[in-house]
Nanobody, 114 residues
Framework: QVQLVESGGGLVQAGGSLRLSCQVAGLSLSINAISWFRQAPGKQRELVGTIYRDGGTKYADSVKGRFTISKDNAKVTVYLQMSSLKPEDTAVYYC????????WGQGTQVTVSS
């Protein structure tokens, strides 16, 4: 059974940075892709970006150039480095498989003040 634990969220001013972590239990990052998602109040959960088993990444247009996904296979942890944050990045952030097939974790709240 795959378990996902997100952490690292908080309150930050616009233009600031945060690094989120996704601790994964029950699988290997060397053979599985992981995606970051976010859900803002009143909106649907949306894909932020994905890191593939070979380390390649892909991002939503809204975060391209500002967010970077990385991973540590040994620690079975995926990171989301967020820079130049904007108020519209405010959301609860989650990690999951790109196909959203695992149970969701509790997420981590990111709030960007203007």
């Amino acid at each position: 059974q795959v378990q996902l634990v997100e952490s690292g969220g908080g309150l930050v001013q616009a233009g600031g940075s945060l690094r989120l972590s996704c601790q994964v239990a029950g699988l290997s990052l060397s053979i599985n892709a992981i995606s970051w998602f976010r859900q803002a109040p009143g909106k649907q959960r949306e894909l932020v970006g994905t890191i593939y088993r070979d380390g390649g990444t892909k991002y939503a247009d809204s975060v391209k150039g500002r967010f970077t996904i990385s991973k540590d296979n040994a620690k079975v942890t995926v990171y989301l480095q967020m820079s130049s944050l904007k108020p519209e990045d405010t959301a609860v952030y989650y990690c999951n498989s790109p196909l959203r097939i695992w149970d969701w974790g509790q997420g981590t709240q990111v709030t960007v003040s203007s």
